[in-house]
């Protein structure tokens, strides 16, 4: 499985970005879908997730702001930010798994793409 993210960019406190990821290769041992982000010295964590039977995650960071969305038709996940803070500024990745769901943390054999930069100005 091959994960490309696109859509992320420099955004003022406040504003709005969409992340997509195109999935392709041996799509169907997906699962579950996630979106993690790294701030600058800080660890990879999972910022929200669409595991095996469709329930949703959110870390708390970003409940209420941020939506996951999965397109299956199309291979594409998606997730929109809402009311974006300075601190939401981090590389974020999407990826997946042929689990039942992520990790909170990144784990080894999961799929993951090459990470998109979003920056928040306050």
């Known amino acids: 499985v091959q994960l490309a993210e696109s859509g992320g960019g420099l955004v003022q406190a406040g504003g709005s970005l969409r992340l997509s990821c195109e999935a392709s290769?041996?799509?169907?041992?997906?699962?579950?879908v996630g979106w993690y982000r790294q701030a600058p010295n800080s660890l990879r964590e999972l910022a929200a997730e669409?595991?095996?039977?469709?329930?949703?995650y959110y870390a708390d960071s970003v409940k209420g702001r941020f939506t996951i969305s999965r397109d299956r038709a199309k291979n594409r996940m998606y997730l929109q930010m809402n009311d974006l803070k300075p601190e939401d500024t981090a590389v974020y990745y999407c990826?997946?798994?042929?689990?039942?769901?992520?990790?909170?943390?990144?784990?080894?054999?999961?799929?993951w793409g090459q990470g998109t930069q979003v920056t928040v100005s306050s």
């Open positions: 669409i595991n095996s039977v469709g329930d949703l």
């Open positions: 290769g041996s799509i169907n041992s997906i699962k579950a």
């Open positions: 990826a997946a798994t042929d689990s039942y769901g992520m990790g909170i943390f990144p784990r080894p054999g999961d799929w």
